[in-house]
C-alpha cells in the first residue's frame, strides 16, 4: 500500500511541529516537496540582524528561515546545498513512512534548538554568521533505533503523479482558432 508523500509529512506536520512555524510547498514542475521551516525570536528593540540576501529584521523581532526538501532523485534542478537537508526520492518506489517519521523527528529536534543557538549567536560579537547544521549521525541512529524498537514503518510513500500543466501548455490547450497565443 502506498501514500502520497506530502500529504503523510502535513498530517505529521501537524500532528507534531508545533514550536515553529512551517509550510509545504508541493512543487511537480521541480519535482521536490519543499518544507519551509520559520522560528521566531523576540529581541532588544535595538538588536538587528541581516540575513544572506542583505535584510534586516523588524524592531524587537528575528525570524529565522529554513528550508528542507524531498526531492526526485533523477532531478538535476535541485541545489542541494540550498537547503538544510535534501532527501533524494525514487519517483517510482517512493520512500519509507518510517524513513520519513525519523526526518521529521530530527528535523524538530534541529529545529526546536534554533532559538536557543540563535540566542547564543546574537550574545556572541566574535561570530559572525549563524546556520543551522543538519547532524545525519543522528539521523542514521534515530532511523535505527525505530527499527530495533519495531516503530519503523515500512508503508511506501510517492510523489503524486499528477503534474501540473504549465502557463504555456494551458494557453495550448484552449482553442483559439487554432492560434497558439502566448
Not at 543557538?117 to 543522528?138: A, C, G, S, Y
Not at 508503508?155 to 482553442?175: D, P
Amino acid at each position: 500500500m502506498t501514500d502520497e508523500l506530502s500529504t503523510y509529512i502535513y498530517n505529521r506536520m501537524i500532528e507534531e511541529s508545533q514550536n515553529y512555524q512551517w509550510r509545504i510547498v508541493s512543487d511537480s514542475h521541480k519535482g521536490a516537496i519543499e518544507l519551509y521551516l520559520a522560528v521566531k525570536l523576540e529581541v532588544e528593540p535595538k538588536e538587528y540582524v541581516q540575513d544572506i540576501i542583505g535584510q534586516v529584521n523588524k524592531e524587537g523581532i528575528i525570524y529565522f528561515e529554513e528550508l528542507v526538501c524531498f526531492y526526485d532523485q533523477m532531478n538535476n534542478k535541485i541545489i542541494k546545498e540550498n537547503y538544510l537537508h535534501a532527501i533524494p526520492v525514487d519517483p517510482i518506489q517512493g520512500v519509507e513512512a518510517g524513513y520519513v517519521d525519523a526526518f521529521l523527528k530530527q528535523l524538530n529536534i534541529t529545529i526546536s534548538t534554533a532559538k536557543s543557538q540563535l540566542r547564543l549567536f546574537l550574545e556572541d560579537e566574535d561570530q559572525k554568521e549563524f546556520e543551522l547544521i543538519w547532524n545525519e549521525e543522528n539521523m542514521e541512529n534515530t532511523v535505527e533505533t525505530m527499527k530495533k524498537t519495531g516503530n519503523y514503518s515500512r508503508k511506501q510513500l510517492i510523489f503524486s503523479k499528477e503534474k501540473e500543466e504549465s502557463l504555456v501548455e494551458q494557453f495550448k490547450g484552449e482553442t483559439y482558432d487554432g492560434l497558439e497565443r502566448i
